[in-house]
């Protein structure tokens, strides 16, 4: 079943459904988030904190990116803040992944969400590039979290 949900998140990734709407578009409907993909939080050049020009558009903007959740801490099984990684797995086997790999979500209103290690989500909320500590190192992103949903592929 892992395999399969990778495949699926690496099937969105590389599909053109998760390449980001222009930002005139997203004005007009400005409710609507914005889907992104790992690749393109990947455009953070974490040594020196530079970044795609696309990225910098999306600073501050309600996206919608899927991942996977690594509870900050091991035993909790809902919570309010978490780490959103683009595989299973990353955090728990060292190295973990690098920053740009990597959004510290703080829910909107400290809500708790139930913090499923082995389902693939869809996280929506307002990304900024910041720089935050985790437990698990360095982290490159910060999402505040409007919503968690089960990855549908949609």
């Known amino acids: 079943m892992r395999p399969l949900v990778f495949a699926l998140l690496l099937a969105t990734a590389t599909s053109t459904a998760v390449t980001p709407a222009p930002l005139a578009a997203q004005s007009r409907t400005a409710a609507a988030p914005v889907a992104i993909d790992w690749r393109l939080l990947a455009g953070l050049d974490y040594e ?29 099984e809902e919570g309010a803040e978490f780490l959103l990684v683009p595989y299973y797995g990353a955090c728990v086997h ?39 500590d985790s437990p698990y190192g360095q982290v490159g992103f910060e999402i505040e979290g409007l919503s968690m949903k089960p990855y549908t592929g949609k």
């Not at 558009?57 to 996977?68: E, M, Q, W, Y």
């Not at 809500?111 to 307002?126: H, N």
Request: glycine residues 8%; charged residues 25%; without cysteine.
């Open 94 to 132: 060292t190295p973990p992944p690098p920053p740009n790999q990597m959004a510290f979500v703080q829910m909107a209103g400290k809500r708790s969400v139930r913090l499923g290690l082995f389902d693939a989500v869809w996280m929506e909320g307002t990304l900024r590039v910041k720089n935050v």
């Open 48 to 76: 020196n904190g530079k970044m795609t020009d696309t990225l910098k558009k999306l600073d501050g903007k309600t996206v919608r990116v899927p991942g996977f959740v690594v509870p900050l801490d091991d035993a909790s």
